[in-house]
């Protein structure tokens, strides 16, 4: 026989977002879906300055669209 008890247990959500280059709020749909951007996390290693150091952000489409037309390398 099992017997459970019921626990309350806290947890984040995602609440807003915002574009680190422009500075905008990311929008909602209305199911509370973000509009698709690009989240960016690295780690960095030890062939680099900044060994354990993490790095995060975010863009929205639009700077997206900007920002890898600046790439020398088009992708």
């Known amino acids: 026989m099992r017997k459970y008890k019921k626990i309350s247990v806290e947890k984040e959500i ?7 280059i422009c500075g905008q709020k990311i929008k909602k749909d209305n199911h509370e879906h973000f509009e698709d ?10 062939n680099s300055n900044k060994d354990g150091k993490k790095d995060d952000f975010d863009i929205c489409q639009h700077c997206y669209e900007k920002w890898i037309k600046t790439f020398k390398i088009s992708i």
Request: hydrophobic residues 35%.
């Open 14 to 20: 995602l609440e807003e977002v915002y574009c680190n």
């Open 37 to 46: 951007y690009l989240h960016v996390e690295k780690v960095w290693g030890y």
